[in-house]
């Protein structure tokens, strides 16, 4: 059984009285969040456990893994994990970590029918049973029907792989209903992703979630690339706050270099054929969907000053089959998207390094910053106890 886990500190209490404080507030006078939410060892641990261990993420598009025995990994709060597509065509994910001495099973993609395990060969098939060891016949009372591979909830919606190890929560679907009118129509299933890289950054998770998030940095920051095709003023965010997620959605003119509906899109109609969403599926899954393509990030901390991002690019299925010259088209828009990232990165450390100084403070927030304020109502439901439905287990 595990130990209660020790009561916070006192710092911790009052940094968390702060979040909740400011995230009850209107957004007119909020500021960013305390340093310490970024900085505290206390806070990444309360977060790994009553955010990430309770939410849905995501390890990324379900077209990655379109053919049976296809698999990727990802990690959820310290759980190594890999998903598999099932001979049923089923995405299920699995603890990547050997029933016998706990050996890593899998590293990064691939495709097999069967999980056999470097160090020993235990084998197991793609519904995570044990099928096959070696020079086990003297073990007493072993019989590999006993053993499996711990299965870790899965859903696929809208295309996207979304995995929880909590039991209990609301499936994916249903948290995310609110949004699906406005995802539906791009097709994201059909979508084809062109590109996935991990990478780890020198910050802490929340400052890539917000920098996602907001828009106000963009004419800046972004200024050599997409800086000058973004609307700022006709920006729309949703009426009221959701548990779940928040988003954005905004028009691209004939400026933008990407974003527009290719003519033989015939799902989206209308304005649509020129609207970007930019959903967050809290706590780390976000992603920017046009007509004409997506790309996406999905966070998991590694410890409070690190964070691992995976970040892919699809093709709306009419883009990418119009290409004349796919493998140069598709590098120019990597590199581009890529270019974005990395003036991101900047930021993104930039924030980490200045939020350790002792004479750091959080400032004021622009009606641009509407998501960040959002993002820590949800960030206080999980982690100050007895508040929302994440709230501490007891
Ligand atoms: S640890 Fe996997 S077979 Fe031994
Ligand atoms: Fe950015």
């Not at 007119?28 to 261990?53: C, H, K, W």
């Not at 000058?228 to 009426?239: E, L, N």
């Not at 892919?312 to 990597?334: F, K, N, Q, R, Y």
């Amino acid at each position: 059984m595990t130990p209660p886990a020790p009561p916070p500190s006192a710092e911790t209490v009052e940094t968390l009285t702060r979040l909740r404080a400011v995230a009850d507030g209107p957004l007119a006078s909020a500021t960013n969040m305390p340093a310490a939410m970024y900085q505290s060892d206390e806070i990444g641990d309360l977060e790994r456990d009553r955010v990430f261990a309770r939410d849905w993420v995501s390890p990324g598009l379900a077209a990655a893994i379109p053919d049976v025995g296809d698999h990727l990994t990802w990690t959820i709060a310290d759980r190594p994990v890999f998903c598999v597509r099932d001979p049923d065509g089923r995405v299920r994910t699995f603890s990547n970590v050997c029933r016998h001495r706990m050996m890593t099973l899998v590293e990064g993609d691939g495709n097999s029918r069967r999980i056999t395990c470097p160090y020993h060969a235990w084998t197991y098939d793609l519904g995570g049973q044990l099928v096959g060891t070696n020079h086990m016949e003297h073990t007493d009372g072993f019989d590999p029907v006993d053993i499996c591979l711990p299965e870790i909830r899965t859903e696929v919606w809208q295309g996207w792989i979304y995995c929880t190890l909590d039991p209990e929560i609301p499936s994916v679907a249903d948290l995310l209903a609110p949004i699906e009118e406005f995802v539906a129509p791009y097709g994201v299933a059909d979508y084809v992703p062109v590109h996935r890289v991990d990478e780890v950054w020198d910050g802490n998770w929340k400052f890539l979630t917000e920098n996602f998030m907001e828009g106000y940095h963009l004419p800046v920051t972004h200024r050599a690339t997409l800086g000058t095709w973004m609307p700022m003023d006709s920006v729309v965010f949703p009426d009221q706050c959701h548990e779940a997620f928040t988003y954005q959605m905004f028009e691209k003119d004939e400026n933008a270099r990407y974003g527009r509906a290719h003519p033989d899109n015939d799902r989206l109609v209308g304005q649509w054929r020129t609207t970007t969403f930019m959903p967050t599926v809290f706590p780390s899954h976000m992603y920017i969907l046009a007509p004409d393509h997506l790309w996406y990030l999905s966070l998991r901390p590694l410890g409070t000053g690190q964070v691992q991002l995976r970040f892919g690019i699809a093709l709306a299925p009419e883009v990418h089959a119009s290409l004349t010259d796919p493998e140069a088209w598709i590098a120019e828009m990597v590199g581009f998207f890529t270019a974005v990232c990395e003036e991101d990165r900047v930021v993104v450390e930039g924030l980490h390094a200045g939020s350790s100084s002792p004479l750091a403070t959080p400032g004021p927030l622009s009606w641009l910053e509407h998501e960040l304020h959002h993002f820590m109502g949800y960030l206080a439901d999980r982690l100050v106890p007895n508040t929302g439905y994440g709230s501490a287990p007891t």
